[in-house]
């Protein structure tokens, strides 16, 4: 047996349950999350693979290319910046998600609004037109969504040492970093979740490519994070108990049992 495949029957061994879905199904195999596209050389951060069922890891495999794909483009920062990567990654999209294709070429009008909307004031000496601003379709934001709650749920099981139940509830939302409007609208989270866990991996600068703050409590069973990739996306994550939920009465969260319906 080679040490890949016993380091991977060893893992699952002692992880032998799907922490995606509830508990209910046995796993099979290893899933890194956040996925290795997000990170320059494809160098995940160690210690964040979680064990998954093949339904779960077929169910994300859009949403998984295509937050991979935001993570690299919203990143400013030029350190994590691979020109080959970027461009296998766009190939991609471009085969399978193609909905999800960034738009270029936007007018000044729309570039204006954008950064209205973002609360950027314009920078000085330098021209609207030649900011560097791509438009997301509407369309990524579903994917990027449930890849957040994927993210929840890993996290949980990370932190809380033990997997989230079909009946526990799931919410999540995202944003880019430069997004001062949203940004500001996290600080409240930010303030909540003070346990803080930054990506690193043996003998690999890692730089600020992932890190996540979080809170947890074990009755009520709640969990909340927030995570950062680079200077780019941000997402916030809750998961609780059933009775917590409907305590809140949240509308835009999701059952664990309903997220990848299979
Ligand atoms: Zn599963």
């Known amino acids: 047996m080679g040490e890949a495949r016993r380091k991977r029957e060893?893992?699952?061994?002692?992880?032998?349950?799907?922490?995606?879905?509830?508990?209910i199904t046995p796993a099979t195999t290893?899933?890194?999350?956040?996925?290795?596209?997000?990170?320059a050389g494809r160098h995940a951060?160690?210690?964040?693979q979680f064990p998954a069922c093949p339904g779960?890891?077929?169910?994300?495999?859009i949403d998984e290319l295509v937050f991979g794909f935001f993570v690299r483009m919203a990143d400013t920062d030029?350190?994590?910046?691979?020109?080959?990567?970027?461009?296998?990654?766009l190939s991609g999209i471009k085969n399978n998600a193609p909905h999800a294709l960034p738009r270029l070429n936007l007018s000044r009008g729309q570039l204006r609004r954008s950064l209205r909307e973002m609360g950027i004031p314009k920078p000085p000496g330098i021209l609207v037109e030649e900011l560097p601003l791509a438009a997301i379709s509407i369309d990524v934001h579903p994917h990027i969504l449930r890849y957040a709650r994927k993210l929840a749920l890993a996290l949980y099981y990370r932190e809380q040492e033990r997997i989230a139940a079909?009946?526990?509830?799931?919410?999540a939302m995202w944003c880019q970093a430069t997004d001062r409007k949203r940004m500001n609208a996290?600080?409240?989270?930010?303030?909540m979740t003070p346990l803080v866990t930054v990506g690193e991996r043996k003998n690999v600068n890692f730089g600020n490519q992932f890190a996540y703050r979080c809170n947890k409590a074990d009755k009520p069973d709640v969990f909340a994070a927030i995570a950062q990739f680079g200077l780019g996306?941000?997402?916030?994550m809750i998961v609780v108990d059933a009775p917590s939920a409907n305590h809140l009465k949240w509308r835009d969260s999701v059952q664990v049992q309903d997220l990848w319906s299979h």
Not at 30 to 39: A, E, G, M
Not at 166 to 171: D, K, L
């Open 10 to 23: 060893r893992f699952l061994s002692l992880h032998p349950d799907c922490c995606f879905c509830g508990g």
């Open 30 to 39: 290893l899933d890194h999350v956040p996925p290795r596209v997000c990170f």
């Open 45 to 48: 951060p160690d210690s964040f």
């Open 56 to 61: 779960c890891q077929n169910a994300t495999r």
């Open 78 to 89: 030029d350190e994590n910046f691979r020109q080959g990567e970027f461009e296998r990654l």
């Open 166 to 171: 079909p009946g526990h509830h799931v919410w």
């Open 186 to 191: 996290f600080e409240d989270f930010v303030k």
């Open 233 to 236: 996306i941000v997402t916030a």
